[in-house]
């Protein structure tokens, strides 16, 4: 009899713990966390071994998931992160970016205000998504220092994502840091450095076993989220194409001006999206693209 009352007793209250609100304040806490180290600055050994434990029950995994995001040579690429979490934890994940954002401007919001207004509000899915990834690659860039993914072979079958749509938007965050590691190469430096962009590119990973230019996966349905603050809504296809049409031409200038194989140039251009004309109007190279592939019948 008293094992039993006991055993009730722990199972009622597991379930009470599990069922405690979450501390605003923990999550204030973990977005300025991140505001301080997620970009240049590092936190001590000390402070980063005794991180995790310093949250509630209900905060574990969102407390490794930015211990992650602040430290240096991170895990972020483990499956264990790259698997998307319950859409509980994907709230507080954007919460507490908000909150970074929130501390880094003069306002009269505090950001328990803001913590309880998000906190009540009703976040699409897909932009809890996009938010998860978009501070996993930023993460990765900023603190796995030199940039290299080529030994990365990401299976977005198997992180847990529940449609196409989030297996896209898994890629595209990708991309997006892969893109910008060349952008500087590509636009800024006269004239364009195509050699350093090159071996850049050639670091870039690869999904599902192949290339990255050969998933093609990204005829999902288009939505509309905040991408730019102060623009409103913007098509994510659109945007997140466009970038990425960006890099898929970069990286044929580059085997075009460093001497890439014939073979090299023809399976980039026919192995990728490129010749994808139905997704040409998500992007301004539209022209460009349509150029190209006339060329080469002409050829």
């Known amino acids: ?102 501390l880094r401007e003069e306002t009269s919001i505090t950001a328990g205000e803001l913590v309880d207004s998000l906190k009540n509000s009703d976040i699409p899915r897909y932009e809890l998504v996009d938010n998860y ?71 870039y990973p690869k999904f599902r076993g192949q290339p990255y230019y050969q998933f093609t996966d990204l005829y999902f349905p288009d939505f509309e989220m905040v991408i730019v603050t102060d623009e409103g809504k913007q098509s994510y296809k659109s945007y997140y194409l466009n970038k990425y049409y960006e890099t898929l031409l970069s990286h044929l200038i580059c085997l075009n001006k460093e001497g890439g194989s014939t073979e090299e140039v023809r399976d980039l251009l026919l192995g990728s999206i490129l010749k994808d004309e139905k997704l040409y109007k998500y992007t301004k190279y539209r022209e460009t693209l349509e150029s190209i592939f006339e060329k080469k019948e002409k050829d």
């Open 1 to 102: 009899m008293k094992k039993t009352l006991t055993f009730s007793f722990l199972l009622l209250f597991g379930l009470h713990a599990i069922g405690q609100p979450v501390d605003h304040q923990e999550l204030i806490q973990l977005g300025r966390a991140y505001k301080d180290f997620m970009f240049r600055n590092t936190p001590d050994k000390k402070y980063l071994k005794k991180f995790v434990k310093s949250y509630s029950d209900q905060l574990q995994q969102e407390a490794k998931f930015i211990q992650q995001t602040i430290s240096n040579k991170n895990d972020l690429l483990d499956k264990e992160f790259l698997s998307i979490p319950s859409e509980t934890v994907l709230r507080h994940i954007y919460i507490i970016r908000e909150v970074n954002l929130l």
């Open 133 to 203: 990834y978009s501070m996993l690659f930023a993460a990765v860039g900023n603190k796995n220092k030199p940039f290299d993914l080529s030994k990365m072979n990401f299976q977005p079958d198997d992180y847990l994502l529940e449609d196409e749509v989030e297996k896209g938007i898994l890629f595209l965050q990708c991309m997006d840091l892969c893109g910008t590691n060349i952008w500087g190469f590509m636009n800024i430096v006269k004239p364009p450095n195509t050699s350093k962009a090159l071996s850049l590119v050639r670091k």
